[in-house]
């Protein structure tokens, strides 16, 4: 089966733009989350969506935000870029809380 | 605060000597945990489960709920075993709290 999909693969933006992300999850996976990968603060989470509703968020500020639609795909949204988004964005789907499969990532530069 | 440590940045092994990855946690509960494993130009994926207590690809990892850890092992390690490896402890189904991760390297 496909695995779980995020486009595009590589951004770049100015500071002060917004981005928006995509994720297509495993067929059948209501469960998405996302993920923000630095070298200085490892994995961070972002948000989890199920089923179109936000179930969990992490400690980021109002200017990331997330959505998941009625086909479960799902899209993060960065508002008024800064430099310190600079990152690599993982999204993850999963059946069960048991085990999240992880998509190869968009990576954002912002200059 | 929840929280995973990894306090090794990187591992390095000869082929064949046993590995000890060590991971330590601070949960209040009773925590779910697993290690994911990133191999070269691969994506993130998971390793191991300790609610399932099994071994793959020779490694294993016991939960150990009084030192508060959950170290991943490996009697003889294979120069394929060389990735990132991370500690992720499950918050509330769905949210992973990863530790900074280790790089093991294996030299033949």
């Known amino acids: 089966k496909a695995g779980v999909t995020q486009t595009p693969r590589y951004l770049i933006k100015t500071r002060g733009q917004q981005v928006t992300l995509s994720c297509s999850p495993i067929s059948g996976h209501r469960s998405v989350s996302w993920y923000q990968q630095t070298p200085g603060q490892g994995l961070q989470f972002l948000f989890e969506?199920?089923?179109?509703?936000?179930?969990n968020k992490g400690n980021f500020p109002g200017r990331f935000s997330g959505r998941q639609f009625s086909n479960s795909r799902s899209e993060m949204n960065v508002s008024t870029l800064e430099l310190g988004d600079s990152a690599l964005y993982l999204c993850a789907s999963s059946l069960s809380p048991d085990e999240a499969f992880f998509g190869q990532g968009t990576r954002l530069t912002v200059v | 605060a929840q929280r995973v440590t990894q306090p090794e940045k990187l591992l390095s092994v000869f082929k064949g000597a046993p590995v000890e990855l060590k991971c330590n946690y601070s949960?209040?509960?009773?925590?779910?945990l697993f290690w994911y494993v990133q191999y070269s130009r691969q994506r993130l994926q998971l390793l191991l489960r300790h609610i399932s207590r099994e071994s793959i690809k020779g490694f294993t990892a016991d939960l150990n709920k009084g030192e508060t850890s959950f170290h991943l092992k490996k009697p003889f390690a294979q120069e394929e075993d060389s990735a990132m490896y991370y500690c992720a402890l499950d918050n509330q189904g769905g949210k992973l709290i990863f530790g900074q991760g280790t790089e093991l390297s294996v030299k033949p």
């Open positions: 949960y209040s509960g009773s925590p779910e």
């Open positions: 969506y199920f089923s179109e509703t936000q179930r």
